[in-house]
């Protein structure tokens, strides 16, 4: 997936779960919109896995661990852990 196809992904499934009594409010959704754009978009960040005695390193990371079924959990825990600060204030951190 490209990384447009990501965020725009992670933009909509965070605005169709953040329906509700719980989550109600523009402010609250523009949050759960922004958060889901950098979330849909955090296993990219594989990229920066970087060597300057091996330029194709980031070929053989890319697309590896972070893109794995397992990882899942832990990455969205990584993900809410970062976000949280930024937004407690419109989200809790299992909302998030």
């Known amino acids: 997936m490209d990384p447009l196809s990501q965020a725009s992904l992670g933009a909509s499934l965070s605005q169709s779960f953040a329906t509700g009594k719980t989550c109600s409010g523009k402010s609250t959704l523009f949050s759960a919109l922004v ?55 419109k989200l809790s951190f299992s909302q998030i």
């Open 35 to 89: 958060i889901g754009v950098l979330a849909g978009m955090a296993p990219d960040l594989d990229v920066f896995i970087r060597s300057a005695e091996d330029p194709l390193l980031f070929l053989e990371y890319h697309r590896q661990f972070t893109h794995s079924l397992v990882f899942i959990p832990f990455g969205a825990l990584l993900c809410a852990l970062v976000f949280y600060p930024f937004s407690r204030k």
